[in-house]
């Protein structure tokens, strides 16, 4: 489903699970700038994911790709990024890196 998702530009699913059973929220297209900071860190988190179990890695480069972001624009992917990080759902996939260029990010469970 995530990899549908992310193939028709879609703002990412919500999940939530309850003792009695799991709730999944699908939406129709968002442009990007319709989307708010909460699609956005969602999105990222389940890139990364989709990534990990694709044996990839979440990069600024692949993060524009999803949200169809220009190269010119890298900086508005690396705030997402940022964002998700901060919110504890991905991790740097070597944090002895210590180039923001070559980062490459995990999910924070991998």
Avoid at 18 to 29: D, E, F, R
Avoid at 46 to 71: D, G
Avoid at 89 to 105: C, H, T, V
Wanted: hydrophobic share 35%; with cysteine; aromatic share 12%.
């Amino acid at each position: 489903m995530i990899f549908e998702v992310e193939l028709f530009q879609l703002p990412a699913p919500e999940f939530t699970v309850t003792s009695n059973h799991t709730k999944a929220i699908l939406y129709a297209h968002k442009a990007f700038s319709e989307m708010d900071k909460s699609d956005r860190i969602r999105a990222c988190y389940q890139h990364a994911c989709l990534r990990h179990v694709s044996n990839e890695f979440l990069t600024n480069t692949s993060l524009r790709e999803r949200f169809s972001i220009a190269e010119k624009n890298y900086s508005m992917a690396s705030r997402i990024i940022a964002d998700t990080l901060g919110k504890n759902l991905i991790k740097p996939y070597d944090p002895e890196n210590r180039s923001r260029k070559q980062a490459k990010y995990v999910p924070f469970w991998a």
